[in-house]
């Protein structure tokens, strides 16, 4: 019985802390499209910082693999990138939506 407790923790832990990763990175986006858009109305831009904000991604990706070893054994090294996965997606659905609707 601790062990499926353990494992459903584990499990859950790793689509959460994934999310989180996939949320602030796709947050880490938008604010840099803004600020491009808001630059190209200015002058033309090459869009900077693109490469920093992968390098940030895959920091926090290390830094989670270093702080969290028990959610890269198994099956929950996926459900860490799923739950990347789904965060960053996230994201684009709600600039989408924002879009459609004529709030962006």
Known sequence: MANV???????TTALIIGGLIGKLF???QNTALTHNKRMQKKTWVLISSSVTRIIILLLMLVL??????????????WLVSMGVIF???????QRL????????
């Open 5 to 11: 407790l353990t494992n459903s923790i584990n499990l």
């Open 26 to 28: 796709g947050s880490m």
């Open 64 to 77: 989670v693999q270093i702080l969290f070893p028990f959610l890269f054994d198994g099956i929950t090294r």
């Open 97 to 104: 939506n924002a879009h459609n609707t004529g709030e962006a």
């Open 87 to 93: 965060g960053y997606g996230w994201s684009i659905l």
